[in-house]
């Protein structure tokens, strides 16, 4: 469960703070999937980096399985976050200088996992990269280096992921196949998912729909499950 309660974040520009964030409350149960939209600067990715820990808010209070996590120290936060979340960026991040294996190889070594080459090179063939397995970012597409990403993020099973525009820098084809190993991993894995977009068609396929607008909660809307024939039409 992620439990947010009168979040603010004020960021300076110009020298004053200007607000970004303004006393937004949000609960996302275990294993929801959640699409975040709204419009350019509306504070999507401001948001998804403090639930994600990367980043600390102004006031208020973030539980993620009951932990607050705003007033935890670097170490403990970087634990925190090694062990419980995965978070995926519009621009990849993998590393440069390590091979698709080793990218995936990391969080495993950290998290103490024996058998992290091994473990890495199953979880790049469940995303269909068996085969590039020593191939190094520059020599992956766009749409291949995003599986390596979702590869990574899933690694130690983290109950929460998040992940910023994952199809941004993709074309549609290849963004599809990006969403279809999203849902298959929730699937799997049953993470907790929270997920910025400004593709509507991607934002359809979770089951609940927060929009921002200038840094507050615009509309919260929750979609019928596609999974039951219950006689909503979509
Ligand atoms: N580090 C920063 N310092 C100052 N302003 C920032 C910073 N990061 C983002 N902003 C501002 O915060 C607002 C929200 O940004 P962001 O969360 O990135 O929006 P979104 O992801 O919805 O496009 C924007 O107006 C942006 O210019
Ligand atoms: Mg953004």
């Known amino acids: 469960m992620i439990s947010i309660a009168h979040l603010s974040m004020n ?3 110009g020298g004053r703070p200007v607000p970004i964030l303004q006393n937004l409350t ?3 149960p275990d294993k929801q999937m959640v699409a975040v939209v709204g419009p350019s600067g509306s504070g999507k990715s401001t948001l998804l980096g403090l639930m994600a820990g990367l980043d600390r808010p102004t006031t208020g209070s ?3 399985d009951g932990v607050e996590i705003t007033t935890m120290s670097e170490s403990a936060l970087a634990r925190f976050r090694r062990a419980k979340i995965g978070y995926i960026f519009q621009s990849f991040h993998l590393i440069p200088t390590l091979t698709a294996r080793e990218n995936v190889a990391v969080p495993l070594e950290l998290s103490g996992e024996r058998r992290a080459d091994a473990r890495a090179a199953d979880l ?3 995303v269909g990269l068996a085969g590039r397995l020593d191939h190094y970012p520059v020599q ?3 749409g291949e280096q995003q599986r390596v990403a979702v590869a990574r993020a899933f690694a130690c099973r983290p109950p929460f ?4 525009e ?3 820098n993709l074309d549609s084809a290849t963004g599809t196949q990006v969403i279809d190993l999203l849902l298959s991993m929730h699937r799997d894995y049953g993470t907790t998912l929270v997920l910025v977009t400004h593709d509507r068609t991607l934002a359809g396929q979770m089951q609940r729909i927060v929009s921002l607008r200038d840094g507050r909660i615009e509309s919260d809307q929750l ?3 596609p999974n039951r024939t219950t006689g909503f039409l979509r």
């Open 161 to 164: 992921l998040f992940a910023d």
């Open 62 to 64: 973030i539980l993620l």
């Open 26 to 28: 949000l609960d996302i």
């Open 124 to 126: 790049l063939a469940a």
């Open 11 to 13: 960021l300076p520009a």
């Open 223 to 225: 979609l019928p499950d």
């Open 140 to 142: 992956l597409s766009g």
């Open 166 to 168: 994952p199809t941004g």
